[in-house]
């Protein structure tokens, strides 16, 4: 509770600094907790890591292709278009994207490349790989109880943004921000940007942050560094463009459990809107 409270305010502080003129703002000084469309609620994304066959994994990271596949027909079924986020934002704010998901791969496993993309392909989906900018081509070394596995080489990144897959900012090192100190911050959301821009010769725009922590210091170098948005996972006062919250779906998420899921999303995220709005008033 005590964490939550302080968290409020500080996102309170970081409104409150806030040019009043919002509309005149350039897109970097976005107050953190706008959302990402005026009056509406979050958009539904969804949280991938890693679509492989995987004997043993103790975080729960990895849905089978099959499982993937059938998850993917289930939306294609409901009438959704899954889309990268930044078509999502894009779509969003031209008051258009009712019907689309966004789906998101963390870490850039190299089996994105592999599974993901020729499931997603046959529904003419897209999607954003979110990787490390300082590991590509490396491993998972991060997670020391899982499987060792491979990730998307500087050569793959750099085809698949060719082929209009968005490619987001995880980070260096894959380290957790709150805590780091505001040149560590400044440099873990710049500097992961200019190397992935360099591979994919382009704008990247889009920032997830390892797992899935921020607080708002995190949120303010992101916004800083010149992203456009940035993906958490749970709902927190912090909850808008620059901390989107993301729903996990693993390999026991069958049908069934995903509408549930939807169904958790909206709550959430209502309860959010009415914090904001609560909060809004007493500022
Ligand atoms: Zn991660």
């Known amino acids: 509770m005590d964490n939550e409270r302080g968290t409020v305010r500080s996102a309170q502080a970081g409104v409150t600094n806030a040019p009043p003129d919002r509309a005149r703002l350039p897109r970097s000084r976005r107050p953190v907790g706008e959302p990402t469309a005026p009056g ?4 539904w994304i969804l949280m991938y890591h890693s679509v492989a066959v995987e004997e043993e994994d103790p975080y729960q990271l990895t849905v089978s292709p099959e499982r993937f596949a059938e998850q993917i027909a289930w939306l294609h079924r409901r009438g959704r278009r899954g889309v990268s986020v930044r078509e999502l934002m894009r ?20 089996d994105f490349a ?3 993309v020729p499931i997603l392909q046959a529904y003419g989906f897209t999607a954003t790989a979110y990787v490390v900018a300082d590991l590509l081509g490396q491993d998972n070394g991060w997670d020391t109880e899982g499987p060792r596995k491979e990730l998307l080489t500087v050569e793959e990144v750099t085809e698949l943004a060719a082929s209009g897959w968005e490619i987001g900012s995880h980070g260096l090192g894959h380290q ?3 805590g780091l100190p505001a ?4 440099m873990q959301t710049r500097e992961s940007r200019r190397l992935l821009e360099e591979v994919v010769d382009g704008p990247v725009t889009g920032f997830c942050y390892p797992y899935g922590a921020v607080d708002l210091p995190a949120a303010l170098a992101v ?23 993301r729903c996990y779906v693993g390999d026991r998420d069958g049908t069934w459990r995903l509408r549930a899921k939807k169904g958790r999303h909206q709550l959430r995220d209502a309860v959010a809107e009415l914090r904001r709005v609560r909060k809004g008033g007493r500022t």
Do not use: E, K, M
């Open 40 to 43: 509406s609620s979050s958009p």
């Open 91 to 110: 779509a969003r704010a031209q008051g258009r994207g009712d019907r689309l998901v966004g789906l998101t791969f963390d870490d850039g496993y190299a």
């Open 176 to 178: 957790a921000l709150p």
């Open 183 to 186: 040149d560590v911050l400044a």
């Open 114 to 116: 592999r599974y993901a």
């Open 223 to 245: 916004r800083d560094a010149g992203y456009d948005y940035a993906c958490a996972i749970a709902h927190s006062p912090l909850t808008g463009r620059f901390a989107l919250p």
